[in-house]
């Protein structure tokens, strides 16, 4: 067996685990087959535990399909859940309850949230729109910071969506959350209609460009970013790396 | 890595018992992590190794990895696991001699679990130039664990002693015996007398490298024919005999009882530990005793 026996050798096996047909070629494989499916589903009911209880009875086979569709490249299981909802908002039979996808992208933010880098809270560094040319100066945020939206109440959903007898909270409208780590737990807030586009750009642009913008939208620049040091969103500035 | 006098029995820490070891954690000289589950760098995660290393000796054992893979394993894995070794100081390091991925298509698939590989020359050179890689980054030698395989269709070249006596020939790394491994695939394979078998395999192997133990039970339930090594129940009999029929072939070594799934109570994982320690004992050895056994390879 030469190197590339070997590579076709163990693409083989790795055909027979992944295989989509039940019925595995002998009794052996079956147990690696096994293994593989019950392990990727205990990771996904662990990362999107409010959107298996939505999922009810059909959980074990949305994640059967999400395997099967998408595969598993990590050796970290727990990133196997990248795409889970992408792949519930592919499933037909849940086109009329975006609300379960939806509540997956809201679980897979937390889970990203809770794994983020620990980074230093450093308030000092705002001193640094006063020695700094603001275009080199950008906003530190807090690990995990990033922006959700949903129709639909998601956050207060994940509250509730272990009550099996509580119905889905709908909103109708369209809302976007801010969510990120402070201390060791996620936070959220809703984000204003007026900030909206200041937070759609706050980890791209620079101190500079979010002025402009602030300007542009009649927003007070200070008193914004006061909100986001207030609240442990905005960890202090940082140069450009 | 000399056998010891006082025996050093450790404990699969499993996240259901963080709690509880904590606030009991005698019994126990060390405890051993699946190495993924402590990359993330949250603070949390980092407080957690910091409290844990504070009470026991760490052991970080890798399963990810998939060293026998022709694929290598990735910077980005290797970093972690580097940043991991730095920040736990473990007493021992270890991974498995498996393959677990693999590219279809142009996609790498991973799949979680152990893979067996066949014991050729081609397997011996992907995994010893993998071990090569891991112990030159980590600046240490690591231990190499034996698999339990449910393939009887893999065509050998060599034996599973012959492969892992190369491989530790040819890199420096140890071995770590999974003694329900061994006689799983005995089992597996209808033996009329596993636990000679299972002694048969050991003495097969360089006594000096053998550097850790593993201990755990299985399910006593045939899954599509074969027995699986779940690390479900506690361990059993045979698997005691084992123990001490090796203990006297190496010297007392650092031992773990491995319990992964179905846990029990803390406390039952510390009367498991005891009775290892209870075998250790009886086959302590003194350093002149120790000479005289002595195997080198």
């Not at chain 1, 990590?74 to 889970?84: I, T, V």
């Not at chain 2, 259901?16 to 699946?34: I, K, S, T």
């Not at chain 2, 090594?229 to 009882?257: K, N």
Request: aromatic content about 10%; charged content about 15%.
């Amino acid at each position: 067996m030469n190197h590339t026996d070997l590579a076709h050798w163990q693409a083989q096996f790795i055909t027979s685990v992944f295989s989509q047909d039940p019925q595995a070629s002998n009794s052996g494989m079956a147990i690696y087959r096994n293994n593989l499916v019950l392990t990727h589903r205990a990771s996904i009911m662990l990362t999107f535990s409010r959107t298996c209880a939505l999922l009810g009875d059909n959980a074990h086979i949305a994640i059967y399909r999400y395997l099967t569709e998408f595969g598993k490249a990590s050796y970290d299981w727990a990133l196997c859940g990248e795409h889970f909802a992408q792949s519930l908002a592919q499933q037909p039979e849940l086109a009329e309850q975006s609300y379960i996808s939806d509540m997956a992208k809201y679980e897979w933010c937390r889970h990203q949230i809770n794994r983020a880098p620990a980074k230093p809270f450093n308030q000092s560094s705002i001193g640094m729109l006063s020695t700094h040319d603001w275009s080199d100066l950008y906003l530190d945020l807090a690990p995990g910071w990033g922006l959700f939206s949903s129709d639909d109440d998601i956050p207060t959903m994940f509250v509730d969506a272990l009550e099996k007898n509580t119905p889905p909270v709908l909103y109708g409208t369209h809302q976007t959350w801010v969510c990120w780590r402070s201390g060791n737990a996620p936070q959220q807030l809703i984000v204003p209609a007026q900030t909206q586009v200041l937070y759609q750009h706050a980890s791209a642009m620079s101190i500079r460009q979010l002025a402009d913008l602030a300007e542009v939208i009649d927003v007070d620049l200070m008193v914004w970013l006061a909100l986001l040091m207030q609240t442990k969103q905005l960890f202090g500035l940082r140069l450009l790396d | 890595m000399p056998t010891l006098t006082q025996p050093q029995i450790g404990v699969g820490l499993r996240h259901p018992h963080y709690e509880a070891a904590l606030a009991a954690p005698h019994g126990v000289d060390f405890v051993e992590f699946h190495a993924e589950n402590l990359f993330a760098q949250s603070d949390l995660q980092q407080q957690f190794i910091q409290d844990i290393a504070a009470r026991w000796d760490v052991s970080i054992h890798g399963t990810a990895f998939g060293l026998g893979s022709v694929s290598p394993p990735t910077t980005q894995a290797l970093q972690a696991l580097t940043e991991l070794v730095n920040a736990t100081q473990p007493i021992l390091v270890s991974e498995h001699v498996c393959f677990n991925r693999a590219m279809l298509h142009g996609k790498l698939y991973h799949g979680g679990d152990l893979y067996p590989i066949p014991y050729n020359n081609t397997s011996l050179d992907v995994l010893c130039q993998h071990i090569d890689i891991v112990q030159h980054q980590l600046q240490r030698p690591i231990l190499l664990e034996n698999l339990s395989a449910y393939l009887d269709d893999i065509e050998h070249e060599y034996t599973e002693s012959e492969f892992l006596t190369s491989m530790v020939q040819r890199t420096g790394c140890g071995l770590l015996l999974d003694l329900n491994n061994i006689l799983i695939n005995e089992y597996n394979q209808n033996s009329v007398s596993p636990l000679n078998n299972a002694m048969t395999f050991i003495r097969n192997l360089p006594n000096n490298a053998i550097q850790e133990i593993h201990l755990a039970g299985f399910t006593p339930n045939k899954v599509n024919g074969k027995y699986v090594d779940d690390h479900a129940q506690p361990v059993y009999d045979e698997c005691w005999q084992l123990y001490a029929q090796t203990l006297a072939y190496t010297g007392v070594l650092p031992t773990l009882i491995e319990w992964d799934n179905h846990l029990p109570d803390w406390s039952v994982l510390q009367a498991q530990a005891e009775q290892a320690r209870k075998i250790a004992l009886a086959h302590r050895q003194t350093p002149d005793t120790l000479a005289s056994t002595d195997e080198s390879y």
